[in-house]
C-alpha cells in the first residue's frame, strides 16, 4: 500500500526562525513526484515545492527547501525566516497512478 | 497563467438529493482528478480520469458517484443520492504532459443537509 505519514499534526515557530516539518512515505514503485502544498484558512491547494524521486538534489523554492532521502523514504520541508503568512496546514504528497496526502501539518507562525 | 476552474464554490443540498461539481481543467491537459477534504482532515483520492475513461479509482468512490467529461472542457462529479457524510470540501484537479504537477481548482464546499 502507498502511505504518507506526517507525525507532527501541530507545530509553530517564532517569526523569523526556521522550521522543518517531516513527512515519511512507503511506496513500491521507483520513479515518482513528491510534493509539499500549502492550505490556508481559505481551503486552497497551494504547491509548496515539489521533487523528482529520479533527482538526488534536494529541491529549493525561495525560503522553502525539502530534504529528500529516497533510500529512507523521507522528505522534509524546511521554511527558513518564517514569515506570519505562511501560516497553515502543510501537506506532504506523492504521486504515482495518483496521489497520496499525509494528514496534514499544522503549521502556526508566531509574531 | 491557465487555471483550473471550479462551480460552484458551494453547494447546499438535501440529503438524498443529487448533485453535480462542475470543473474546467486546464484547457492541453490529459489527466482529471477528483478529490475529497472532509473538514479537518486530509485529502482523500476519489478518481483519476484519462482518455474519456476512469483510470484509478478509490474505495470512496462506490456506485453513488461517477464522473463524465462531457464536452470536452467540463469535467464533472456528480453524487446520485447525497448523504450526510458526503459534506466535504471537492478538488478537481489536472496534469500536463510530463505527469509532474497537479493544478488544483479552489474546490467546490458541498453541505449536506
Known amino acids: 500500500a502507498q502511505t504518507v505519514t506526517q507525525s507532527q499534526p501541530e507545530m509553530s515557530v517564532q517569526e523569523a526562525e526556521t522550521v522543518t516539518l517531516s513527512c515519511t512515505y512507503d511506496?513500491?514503485?521507483?520513479?515518482?513526484?513528491l510534493f509539499w502544498y500549502k492550505q490556508p484558512p481559505s481551503r486552497q491547494m497551494i504547491l509548496v515545492i515539489r521533487?523528482?524521486?529520479?533527482?538526488?538534489q534536494n529541491a529549493t523554492e525561495n525560503r522553502f527547501s525539502v530534504n529528500f532521502q529516497k533510500a529512507a523514504k523521507s522528505f522534509s520541508l524546511k521554511i527558513s525566516d518564517s514569515q506570519l503568512g505562511d501560516t497553515a496546514m502543510y501537506f506532504c504528497?506523492?504521486?504515482?497512478?495518483?496521489?497520496?496526502f499525509g494528514a496534514g501539518t499544522r503549521l502556526t507562525v508566531k509574531p | 497563467e491557465p487555471e483550473v476552474t471550479q462551480t460552484p464554490s458551494h453547494q447546499v443540498t438535501q440529503m438524498g438529493q443529487e448533485v453535480i461539481l462542475r470543473c474546467v481543467p486546464i484547457?492541453?491537459?490529459?489527466?482529471f482528478y477528483w478529490y475529497r477534504q472532509i473538514l479537518g482532515q486530509k485529502v482523500e483520492f476519489l478518481v483519476s480520469?484519462?482518455?474519456?475513461?476512469?483510470?484509478?479509482k478509490s474505495e470512496i468512490f462506490d456506485d453513488q458517484f461517477s464522473v463524465e467529461r462531457p464536452d470536452g472542457s467540463n469535467f464533472t462529479l456528480k453524487i446520485r443520492s447525497t448523504k450526510l457524510e458526503d459534506s466535504a470540501m471537492y478538488f478537481c484537479?489536472?496534469?500536463?504532459?510530463?505527469?509532474?504537477?497537479?493544478?488544483f481548482g479552489p474546490g467546490t464546499r458541498l453541505t449536506v443537509l
Open positions: 504528497a506523492f504521486i504515482t497512478n495518483d496521489m497520496r
Open positions: 511506496t513500491s514503485e521507483n520513479n515518482y513526484y
Open positions: 521533487q523528482e524521486a529520479y533527482k538526488q
Open positions: 484547457s492541453n491537459h490529459l489527466y
Open positions: 480520469f484519462y482518455n474519456n475513461e476512469i483510470s484509478e
Open positions: 484537479a489536472s496534469v500536463g504532459q510530463g505527469y509532474n504537477e497537479q493544478f
